[in-house]
């Protein structure tokens, strides 16, 4: 990607900006800023001339991304409380930004850590990372007209585009192995890596990458979003919580006050997975999410919306209840899960555990007791925390479920279904923070089967509620300390800086 093999001629480059030292956050990201969007508005101008036929058959263009680096020479004392915001030991390093304006509090933030805890200028300015032409667009930016190849001259002749060597996650898996002088990882995700999650989240959730927030529920059930939908109109009609408008797929905009009228038109079809964001302030309201059925689609949208940096995510959906004491409608705080969705294994093998973390689960417990109005020895009535198993295969029930229901027993797992442990493994992997609650909707291994029109009072109650303890949750979550939030379990031995 970096050499142009095969091509003659040197591409065509804006001019060169050279990485200059900073000592303000603020300064910093502004020119991240500058950098990106001369270089990409270089770009898209190049593309406009090819379209229109204007370019030679030799000639390429070329723009980098920018870039942040640090050299950090003494192993000084940080915070040992910190999670992030700080490198483990001296060295130099780097990493591509893209779309700096998205993430502006976000890298002033991490940029201003940098400097909080090292006492260095941070350096910006052009890496050696080409901006793959795709890419270039955002922001609903595109060019009127079409392109044609022909034979012997295709798109690639003339511009870079996406290449998977620099577009995994070798980063946050621990894999990656930089060249001999290489500068190690200042961020969990390279610039080409982002770019290709923030395309694909507006392909699959139908909504921009700017609106989503920073607390995020996953759930399976359309009613949960109508549910969303209802009470987040009710919020937005009474100026209540701090909300300011809320966002449909289409990027339909409902805004705050009374009889507030919504704006822009649906998609002509729903996505696969549709997102609905309830926004506040700095990205702190909340967004749902409507991930569908099986861990495939827990694993796709979570790869994606994990480059936005969340705060939370939180699982909620229904589960099938493993213990003969469990009534259709309880609910299940999971602590512990039994992996077998077989879509992780080679990112985050099955052998490493998942583990609950203390900040999530108080707030869910939390949640549920102000929610229900029960507390202490009452509410283990209606909520029991335990392990949740995630398989792979919805019709289960039709195998032979003798050894199932024994790996179950040996596992002391009480739920199953087809998410939660995918959602919380990949959270773990990302080190966003991770939460499950489930609703108890079927117990096959005892008979007792949802069917239609057969849902208990109970059922019905506990179902009606769920959806506002995890909001609850949420809003707890966001009313604690960022750095207590993330917590320092889901840190491996070397990490980067960047949160």
């Known amino acids: 990607m970096f050499d142009t093999p095969g091509f003659e001629t040197p591409p065509i480059l804006p001019g060169l900006i050279p990485f200059a030292g900073f000592s303000d956050a603020q300064a910093a990201v502004e020119r991240l800023v500058e950098i990106y969007a001369r270089n990409t508005a270089f770009l898209r101008n190049a593309f406009a001339e090819y379209a229109a036929g204007r370019f030679a058959k030799s000639q390429r263009v070329r723009a980098y991304y920018p870039a942040v680096r640090i050299q950090v020479r003494t192993y000084q004392g940080v915070d040992t409380r910190l999670s992030y915001g700080h490198v483990g030991e001296p060295g130099a390093y780097m990493t591509t930004v893209t779309q700096p304006a998205l993430y502006f509090e976000y890298l002033k933030e991490q940029i201003g850590l940098l400097l909080k805890n090292h006492g260095v200028p941070v350096e910006i300015g052009e890496s050696n990372m080409p901006i793959p032409l795709h890419f270039a667009f955002a922001d609903g930016q595109y060019i009127e007209g079409t392109y044609a190849d022909t034979p012997g001259d295709s798109l690639r002749d003339h511009f870079d585009v996406p290449d998977l060597e620099v577009t995994d996650d070798a980063i946050v898996n621990g894999t990656w192995q930089g060249r001999n002088g290489e500068p190690m990882p200042l961020a969990p995700f390279t610039a080409p890596r982002v770019d290709y999650s923030l395309h694909r989240l507006k392909h699959y959730t139908a909504t921009d990458p700017q609106h989503f927030q920073n607390f995020v529920l996953f759930t399976n059930y359309q009613f949960y979003v109508d549910e969303f939908c209802q009470w987040a109109r009710e919020t937005l009609n009474q100026s209540e919580g701090g909300y300011t408008t809320l966002i449909e797929p289409g990027n339909m905009v409902t805004p705050r006050g009374p009889d507030a009228e919504r704006s822009g038109r649906p998609p002509a079809r729903m996505p696969q997975m549709p997102s609905y964001h309830l926004v506040r302030e700095n990205h702190t309201g909340i967004t749902l999410i409507n991930i569908g059925v099986g861990p495939s689609n827990a694993k796709t949208i979570t790869d994606h919306v994990a480059v936005l940096r969340p705060s939370a995510w939180l699982m909620l959906g229904h589960c099938a209840g493993l213990r003969t004491t469990q009534r259709l409608g309880d609910y299940v705080l999971a602590h512990g899960y039994v992996r077998q969705d077989h879509v992780l294994d080679d990112d985050l093998p099955i052998w490493v555990p998942v583990p609950p973390l203390a900040e999530i689960q108080v707030a869910l417990e939390q949640a549920v007791a102000e929610v229900a109005g029960l507390s202490g020895w009452e509410l283990k009535k209606i909520m029991r925390t335990g392990t949740v198993a995630t398989i792979d295969n919805r019709n289960w029930e039709l195998r032979d479920h003798r050894e199932l229901a024994q790996r179950f027993s040996m596992s002391r797992a009480i739920a199953l279904d087809m ?81």
């Open 419 to 499: 998410e939660s442990a995918t959602v919380a493994a990949n959270g773990f992997r990302f080190r966003v923070p991770y939460g499950t609650l489930l609703c108890v909707s079927d117990k096959p291994l005892h008979g007792e089967l949802k069917l239609p029109g057969m849902a208990s009072d109970f059922y019905q109650t506990q179902v009606a509620r769920h959806l506002h303890i995890g909001i609850r949750a949420l809003e707890m979550l966001r009313d604690m300390p960022r750095e207590r939030l993330h917590s320092r379990k889901l840190r491996s031995f070397i990490e980067t800086a960047f949160k």
